[in-house]
């Protein structure tokens, strides 16, 4: 449950997907998520690195090798939600390419 609670949270997964690919620091992560505030990135980010999935130095912020496996575990989600957004179309899922 703390897991679903930790994840529930407006803009957790976002990040983490973010993260993915290697460390961003907050401006690119502002960048990259249209409408999230720099008071909830930072407290998003704490909440992950108190949970143990992101670590930040310098500004820069990295998935642990936990929180890269939450990743890992979100991967088949992103494909599903590609094939959804191929079938009901882009302006229903929300997509933006």
């Known amino acids: 449950m703390a897991a679903l609670d930790l994840f529930g949270r407006r803009w957790a997964l976002r990040i983490l997907w973010e993260l993915r690919e290697g460390p961003l620091g907050a401006r ?3 960048g990259r998520c249209e409408g999230l ?3 909830v990135l930072y407290q998003r980010l704490r909440e992950l690195a108190d949970a143990g999935l992101a670590v930040g ?3 820069t912020w990295a998935l ?3 929180g890269a496996e939450v990743g890992e575990a979100i991967a088949p989600l992103d494909a599903w939600s590609r094939r959804w957004a191929d079938e009901i179309g882009p302006d229903v899922a929300g997509t933006t390419g």
Do not use: K, M, R
């Open 28 to 30: 690119a992560l502002l």
């Open 37 to 39: 505030s720099s008071s």
């Open 57 to 59: 130095d310098d500004g």
């Open 64 to 66: 642990t090798v936990l």
